[in-house]
């Protein structure tokens, strides 16, 4: 039988637009856990999430308590890491915190502040907040951010397989267009794009990687500064649902690696249908 998909690399997706969840059915070997498994029961309780992002405005009413907030400040004694009560710059981090809490409403959240004003930062900045981060063994990292700047790649690899390692999760965000960028290429990391659908809770497994999962991230409402909301749309906002999930299933869970929450998200996707025949190609 002639193999006709593409290898690994060749036209890549790093969103799901125009097709649909039909279009990308998976055959697994095992039966997945029932829907309630992840969403029926588990709430994130007593689960550490951290959101790199432009940080998060305290007191939001659709983000809830933040349980502490560190800013990364580059000045005259290099880059640190400091505590701040300077909330949000831009309201990207307060979207993401939102969408997290929705989903895991009962997590610790904390804020980590690597963007400035209009949506500015260095690579320096972010690797020094996601190293910060990754020490500090927080259960998952939501990291809808990512440098196009390949000088910065290796060290990036070295911090997502040392959060592999140590059993930190990094929840990563594609770029929202087809330019290589990092650290979501990394297999160490859970890597997310978005998706188009109505279904504001439908989640789906990408057969054709490096993306891994799709997520709502097409017109969602999200929390905005000033305790307002918007609604917006992007990679972004896809990630923190994937973070969100991460909670509930560490909460009910919570000695799961990587590589079994990985599974887990794979098996419950409503896209992977046990026992379903998916053809490689034409046979001869």
């Known amino acids: 039988m002639e193999n006709t998909r593409s290898a690994p690399g060749h036209e890549l997706t790093w969103s799901l637009r125009g097709r649909h969840p039909g279009d990308i059915t998976v055959a697994a070997d095992a039966g997945p856990p029932s829907p309630e498994w992840i969403t029926g029961g588990p709430t994130g309780r007593g689960v550490r999430v951290c959101v790199v992002d432009s940080g998060v405005e305290r007191d939001h009413p659709l983000v809830g308590p933040v349980e502490d907030a560190w800013m990364v400040v580059d000045g005259e004694d290099g880059i640190t890491v400091q505590r701040t009560d300077a ?27 690597v963007l400035g004003e209009r949506f500015s930062g260095t690579g320096e900045v972010l690797l020094a907040g996601l190293r910060w981060s990754v020490r500090q063994r927080f259960d998952v990292i939501n990291l809808s951010l990512s440098t196009t700047r390949t000088r910065f790649a290796e060290e990036l690899r070295a911090l997502a397989d040392e959060a592999y390692f140590t059993r930190t999760v990094i929840v990563a965000s594609a770029h929202n267009t087809p330019v290589e960028s990092f650290p979501w290429r990394f297999a160490s990391v859970i890597s997310v794009g978005s998706h188009q659908e109505d279904d504001p809770d439908l989640y789906l497994y990408n057969p054709e990687p490096p993306v891994e999962f799709f997520a709502p991230g097409q ?4 929390p905005w500064l000033g305790g307002t909301s918007i609604r917006t749309a992007g990679n972004s906002f896809a990630t923190p649902f994937i973070t969100g999930l991460c909670a509930r299933i560490l909460s009910q869970h919570p000695g799961m690696t990587t590589f079994q929450l990985k599974n887990t998200l794979y098996l419950s996707a409503a896209n992977v249908h046990m026992g379903a025949e998916v053809s490689d190609g034409p046979g001869e």
Do not use: E, K, W, Y
């Not at 309201?91 to 009962?106: K, Q």
């Not at 017109?219 to 999200?222: G, I, K, L, S, Y």
């Open 87 to 113: 909330g949000d710059s831009c309201g990207h981090g307060t979207a993401c915190a939102g969408i997290i809490r929705r989903i895991a409403p009962d997590c610790h959240l904390t804020s980590v502040r």
């Open 219 to 222: 017109n969602v409402r999200v």
